[in-house]
């Protein structure tokens, strides 16, 4: 069973900062693209940014994009999600999900695999 955890969620003000982390210990990882997703209190998982095996190809999707990066270090098995100017919009619960043999797509009935998710809150 494949496993990916996610980290670096919690409580930031408006216009603050955020890191999140993805690894996925012992998992071929250079062989997954990766995605980040989010959901907000009763509504859908919506599409945040993906990446390449490679990461030489990334997507972000316009809600977030240049504000929010996507980034990999496959020697650390980890992927990222650099967060800046966040807006209370942005609050919900994030996840991590991988796709073997796959490219960078927005559609997360391509993924194979997710994480439990990590909470992020933008308040005052």
């Known amino acids: 069973q494949v496993q990916l955890a996610e980290s670096g969620g919690g409580l930031v003000q408006p216009g603050g900062p955020l890191r999140l982390s993805c690894q996925a210990p012992?998992?071929?990882?250079?062989?997954?693209?990766l995605g980040w997703f989010r959901q907000a209190l009763g509504r859908e998982r919506e599409f945040v940014a993906a990446?390449?095996?490679?990461?030489?190809?990334?997507n972000h999707a316009n809600s977030v994009k240049g504000r929010f990066t996507i980034s990999r270090d496959n020697t650390k098995n980890t992927v990222f999600l650099q967060m800046n100017s966040l807006k209370p919009e942005d609050t919900a619960l994030y996840y991590c999900?991988?796709?073997?043999?796959?490219?960078?797509?927005?559609?997360?009935?391509?993924?194979?695999?997710w994480g439990q998710g990590t909470q992020v809150t933008v308040s005052s």
């Open positions: 990446i390449s095996m490679n990461g030489g190809t990334t």
């Open positions: 012992g998992l071929p990882f250079s062989n997954y693209a």
């Open positions: 999900g991988g796709r073997l043999w796959g490219s960078v797509t927005s559609r997360a009935g391509e993924y194979n695999y």
